[in-house]
């Protein structure tokens, strides 16, 4: 049933939607040309090019984001499986107070990822804006292994998880399309989400193994702290010209005229 609006809407981007500037009949010869100079300006600003899926597919850039959306998946995927067990296991009974400890970290989050998006935007840096929620997030999962007794504890520093790997996520989001061009490019982001989403799946089930294996869910948080770790280093490793890429669409040409 979820999959049914999905066909139907894919099919209707097939029908209705432009696949170039050149068939867009809603815009004017002259919209038409300042589109095109803002195309070229951003394909400038970025490094090599993925002319086919292949090139795409077998790109060290391509590889390398799918490393990095791996770690922070595995966040998204912790925080949504295991936060109740998390608050469970800090002393909490009744499932009503856990549903509701549960959706503090969330509101948090909610708030921290908009702000610090918006502060991205308008500083058009991407790197930093992905690494330090990521070190924030491995630093939450190692104090709720730390103060798991407690649930006010734990609780705080799920909130530092919920809240970092959200802000990682949706920071790390800009970076594959404005470091991927080409006809690739789609196929290449396309793998980015795919590989990242299945070992986040996979390595939720790793908490769960190790839980068992040790008889203790803090003891699986530390290992999962060390990859966020690892994750938000990773990011060290893209190249520069994703800021200088957001940077230029941030301070669009003065001679062109508005297509508005």
Partial sequence: MEAVPSLVLGLLVLRYLDSTVDDARW????????????LAA????????????????????VWLLCGIYVTIALGIYLVSFWLPTIIKNSGVDDPLTIGLLT????????VVMIAWSAHGDRTGERRWHT??????????????????????????AMVLVAAGVSTAQAAFRS????????????????LVNSIGNIG??????????????????ASSLYPF????????????????????????????????????
């Fill in 27 to 38: 815009l004017s010869d002259d919209e038409k040309a300042v589109v095109r100079a803002d």
């Fill in 42 to 61: 951003e394909e400038a600003t970025r490094e090599g090019g993925h002319g086919s899926i292949r090139a795409a597919l077998t790109s060290g850039k």
């Fill in 103 to 110: 959706a503090v970290p969330y509101v948090v989050a909610v």
């Fill in 131 to 156: 690494i330090i929620p990521c070190l924030v997030t491995a630093l939450g999962l190692v104090l709720t292994a730390v103060f798991l007794q407690s649930t006010a504890l734990a609780v705080g």
């Fill in 175 to 190: 970076i594959p399309s404005a470091l991927l061009s080409g006809a690739g490019a789609a196929a290449g982001i396309a």
């Fill in 200 to 217: 986040g799946a996979v390595a939720t089930s790793l908490v769960g193994w190790l839980s068992d294996l040790t008889g203790s869910t």
């Fill in 225 to 260: 702290g060390a990859v966020l770790l690892i994750g938000g280093l990773l990011v060290l490793l893209v190249p520069r010209s994703v800021d200088d890429r957001a940077i230029a669409a941030r301070t669009p040409g003065e001679d062109l005229p508005s297509p508005r």
